[in-house]
């Protein structure tokens, strides 16, 4: 299960209409989602406690955004569910949302990992990633990692962007560190925001850095075909867009390959979302979304 955090997760970034009725999102011996999702509401940290790390910790203030980026989405509060499959068996699902934080004029970025009960019997999860972007620049400003998995595992990180000074403060699992970074590296929640902000067309590449696998790397991007794809959510006239990161023997090398199909309007959703790793193939489809 850890492949399907780091490998999907990701994706969805990178890891990622019509209502479903209860018999067709899930069945009478799987977890409901909507359930599901509660597990994990109290694991995000406090402002008070952000705001006294950042103190600390000198993170340099911001009173006005280092940039503004054209933007395609509005302002909207949303929620997309996809159900996770690896391979022939369903695993779960993932939750994305999105909030804009009008006090502050910052956007919340979640992302919940359920698993199923069929996976659950033998490797529980339930995570909550979460990054606070500026609404402006469409860049992080802090990263937090909620792990809860299997029977003991706990795990509460986080990173804070200081993006004038060039440096990350990652709080990681084992120990504290500062690294440096190309002032607006994303994270990969970021970074699939950002992407879905992108006028794109076919033929088009580009390129984001990106902080995983405790480096920074360069994140391409070939935008390749439009395709019609149905789901369960409905069908949707999509892009495909195919991220490419090359990893040092993690959970993406030369090897793997990743397609991410977003809806050509301008909701820019993740529709549709497929990889090929070493250790099987991850899809993850569309199944529910709302605006308000």
């Known amino acids: 299960m850890k492949c399907i ?24 011996d799987d977890i409901r989602w909507e359930e599901a999702a509660q597990d994990v509401d109290n694991l995000p940290f406090s402002k008070f406690y952000l705001d006294s790390i950042k103190i600390s910790h000198n993170i340099t203030p911001l009173y006005s955004p280092l940039r503004v980026k054209n933007r395609i989405l509005k302002h909207s509060k949303e929620t997309f569910v996809y159900e996770i499959s690896w391979g022939p068996f369903k695993a779960g699902y993932v939750i994305l949302s999105t909030d804009y934080i009008p006090e502050n ?10 698993s199923n009960n069929f996976v659950s019997a033998f490797y529980r999860m339930r995570d909550y990633i979460i990054s ?30 200081d993006h004038p000074a060039g440096k990350l403060h990652i709080n990681g699992r084992k120990k504290f560190k500062i690294v440096d970074a190309p002032q607006f590296t994303n994270d ?5 925001y950002q992407v879905r902000n992108m ?46 990161l090359v990893g040092e023997g993690k959970a993406f090398n030369k090897k ?33 979304y709302n605006f308000s």
Request: hydrophobic share 45%; aromatic share 12%.
């Open 5 to 28: 955090h780091s490998c999907f997760l990701f994706p969805l970034f990178l890891l990622f209409v019509i209502f479903a009725s209860n018999d067709s999102v899930y069945g009478d």
């Open 105 to 114: 004029n910052t956007i919340r970025l979640g992302a919940k990992a359920l």
């Open 132 to 161: 606070t972007i500026c609404a402006d620049g469409l860049y992080p400003l802090v990263f937090e990692q909620h792990l809860r998995e299997g029977r003991k595992f706990e795990s509460d990180q986080w990173i804070l962007y």
């Open 188 to 192: 990969y929640l970021s970074a699939l």
């Open 199 to 244: 006028m794109m067309k076919v033929g088009d590449k580009f390129s984001i850095d990106i902080y995983i696998h405790s480096k920074v790397h360069p994140l391409s991007f070939r935008c390749l075909e439009k395709k019609e794809i149905s789901v369960d959510a409905g069908t949707f006239n999509c892009i495909l867009v195919e991220p490419k």
């Open 256 to 288: 793997d390959k990743l397609e991410v199909w977003l809806s050509d309007d301008e909701r820019r959703m993740p529709v549709l979302i497929k990889s090929k790793i070493k250790f099987g193939s991850i899809r993850g489809k569309l199944i529910h």
